[in-house]
């Protein structure tokens, strides 16, 4: 069963930096592309960005340049390093492990990241 555990949200001033990680387990890590996803009251939920298991990655737009997602294949662990946060980045942000071959997908439970001053 594919469990997804996110942490390292909170609280941070606006131009602030959060880390957020990301532990998988049930899975085969390697064959797996992780994704990092938010949703803000209201809105839809957007895809942040992208990691393949070889480390190629993909960001929406409106994140470029500020976050950067990385995986430790060895640990089982996404992680997003967002840096020159705004208050628009408030939301859950939610980590989401994809089979590369099924497309099966499977979601954490979320973690709150809030951006205020």
């Known amino acids: 069963q594919v469990q997804l555990v996110e942490s390292g949200g909170g609280l941070v001033q606006p131009g602030g930096s959060l880390r957020l990680s990301c532990a998988a387990s049930?899975?085969?890590?390697?064959?797996?592309?992780m994704d990092w996803y938010r949703q803000a009251p209201g809105k839809e939920r957007e895809q942040v960005a992208n990691?393949?298991?070889?480390?190629?990655?993909n960001y929406g737009d409106s994140v470029k340049g500020r976050f950067t997602i990385s995986r430790d294949n060895a640990k089982k662990s996404v992680y997003l390093q967002m840096n020159s946060l705004k208050p628009e980045d408030t939301a859950v942000y939610y980590c989401?492990?994809?089979?590369?071959?099924?497309?099966?997908?499977?979601w954490g439970q979320g973690t709150q990241v809030t951006v205020s001053s």
């Open positions: 049930g899975i085969i890590f390697s064959i797996y592309d």
């Open positions: 989401s492990a994809i089979h590369r071959r099924t497309l099966r997908r499977s």
């Open positions: 990691i393949t298991p070889g480390r190629s990655t």
